[in-house]
């Protein structure tokens, strides 16, 4: 068995707390993500059987975690925070195509929808940060396709400002412009999110204008 074969079996095979547990209602196939404790950190493990997307470079198929992993390490590129993605494999079975992807526990983030009570700089300071993140993001005229306030990942430490991770980037695309790019996902953030009050929005929209329009 080869050192790729090796690994995948050790991540397909890990055991784990079920965070989604198996999900069969799609695709013909399967997908659940799992929480693994390791002795250096924790991990996430998203395991898919024949759970396939099917894309203009894909025309046959594709593991969704196989687009997230491509995306995971192009945002890495972007310098945009993201999971730090560990493993990505696939590999054919008697069962179909089975698919894992490995990603870093974001420690000390809490998502935009499960943010305790902050005051109104905080709010302004996450808004004006959020902001450039997803500006940046359709920069590169990538859309993420679910930008919902549970996906938008927050770390406050005091004495600097807030970070800004995404998450769940399986459906993220390419678009061929910027504008088309952000059309949707803004449309979702805002009409998906409760954090955010009016003003807030406004300094949101602010910095992804400039960060969007930047050469």
Same mark, same amino acid.
């Given at each position: 068995?080869?050192?790729?074969?090796?690994?995948?079996?050790?991540?397909?095979?890990?055991?784990?707390?079920?965070?989604?547990?198996?999900?069969?209602?799609?695709?013909?196939?399967?997908?659940?993500?799992?929480?693994?404790?390791?002795?250096?950190?924790?991990?996430?493990?998203?395991?898919?059987?024949?759970?396939?997307?099917?894309?203009?470079?894909?025309?046959?198929?594709?593991?969704?975690?196989?687009?997230?992993?491509?995306?995971?390490?192009?945002?890495?590129?972007?310098?945009?925070?993201?999971?730090?993605?560990?493993?990505?494999?696939?590999?054919?079975?008697?069962?179909?195509?089975?698919?894992?992807?490995?990603?870093?526990?974001?420690?000390?983030?809490?998502?935009? /929808? %499960?943010?305790?009570?902050?005051?109104?700089?905080?709010?302004? *300071? =996450? &808004? $004006?940060?959020?902001?450039?993140?997803?500006?940046?993001?359709?920069?590169?005229?990538?859309?993420?396709?679910?930008?919902?306030?549970?996906?938008?990942?927050?770390?406050?430490?005091?004495?600097?400002?807030?970070?800004?991770?995404?998450?769940?980037?399986?459906?993220?695309?390419?678009?061929?412009?910027?504008?088309?790019?952000?059309?949707?996902?803004?449309?979702?953030?805002?009409?998906?999110?409760?954090?955010?009050?009016? /003003? %807030?929005?406004?300094?949101?929209?602010?910095?992804?204008?400039? *960060? =969007? &329009? $930047?050469?």
């Amino acid at each position: 068995m080869s050192t790729t074969d090796t690994a995948f079996e050790h991540w397909w095979t890990l055991p784990g707390q079920w965070v989604e547990p198996p999900n069969d209602r799609r695709r013909k196939g399967w997908s659940g993500v799992l929480r693994a404790p390791l002795a250096d950190g924790t991990v996430y493990i998203k395991r898919q059987l024949n759970y396939l997307c099917r894309t203009l470079s894909h025309p046959f198929g594709w593991p969704t975690v196989s687009r997230e992993w491509h995306y995971l390490k192009r945002l890495e590129e972007l310098g945009i925070l993201a999971p730090r993605p560990l493993f990505h494999g696939v590999r054919r079975s008697a069962d179909g195509v089975e698919a894992v992807l490995v990603t870093e526990e974001l420690s000390g983030y809490l998502s935009l /929808a %499960d943010l305790p009570a902050v005051d109104d700089s905080v709010h302004a *300071a =996450i &808004a $004006r940060e959020t902001g450039l993140v997803v500006g940046r993001l359709h920069h590169a005229r990538l859309q993420h396709c679910c930008l919902y306030d549970k996906h938008v990942m927050v770390r406050l430490d005091e004495g600097r400002p807030p970070r800004i991770a995404l998450i769940d980037l399986q459906k993220m695309h390419p678009c061929l412009t910027r504008a088309r790019a952000a059309a949707r996902d803004l449309r979702q953030l805002q009409r998906r999110q409760s954090f955010f009050t009016a /003003a %807030d929005w406004e300094i949101f929209m602010t910095a992804h204008q400039q *960060a =969007i &329009a $930047r050469r």
